[in-house]
Nanobody, 131 residues
Framework: QGQLVESGGGLVQAGDSLRLFCEAS????????MAWSRQAPGKEPEFVAA?????????????VAGRFTISRNDGSRANAKNTLYLKMTRLKPGDTAVYFC???????????????????WGQGTQVAVSS
């Protein structure tokens, strides 16, 4: 089944930067799309970014506007360490949310923004940005 564990969240001031980490284990992740989404209090989940395997093509939500960078470090075996990253810069109070890591078993990038694409989710890491 696998497991995703996020870390790196915290309380920062507007304009600061943070780097989120998602450690993936328990199955092969190097062949599937991986992504970050977020959910602010009282709001629907929102797609943040996704990255494909092999060619590492990236996709971002419109609100990102060049401020975030998604990347990944893949192991090639089922027990290898795989890590997904999200580097966030120029953070705004509107970026306050719980950030979730997600993994898809497929390398196809047809619906990277859709939650249904992903079959495994982490528990999330809280990011709070003060003004």
């Amino acid at each position: 089944q696998g497991q995703l564990v996020e870390s790196g969240g915290g309380l920062v001031q507007a304009g600061d930067s943070l780097r989120l980490f998602c450690e993936a284990s328990g199955r092969r992740f190097d062949r599937g799309v991986m992504a970050w989404s977020r959910q602010a209090p009282g709001k629907e989940p929102e797609f943040v970014a996704a990255i494909t395997p092999f060619n590492f093509k990236t996709y971002y939500g419109d609100f990102v506007a060049g401020r975030f960078t998604i990347s990944r470090n893949d192991g090639s075996r089922a027990n290898a360490k795989n890590t997904l990253y999200l580097k966030m810069t120029r953070l705004k109070p509107g970026d306050t949310a719980v950030y979730f890591c997600a993994a898809s078993p497929s390398q196809r990038a047809i619906e990277v923004r859709a939650e249904a694409t992903y079959d495994l989710w982490g528990q999330g890491t809280q990011v709070a940005v003060s003004s």
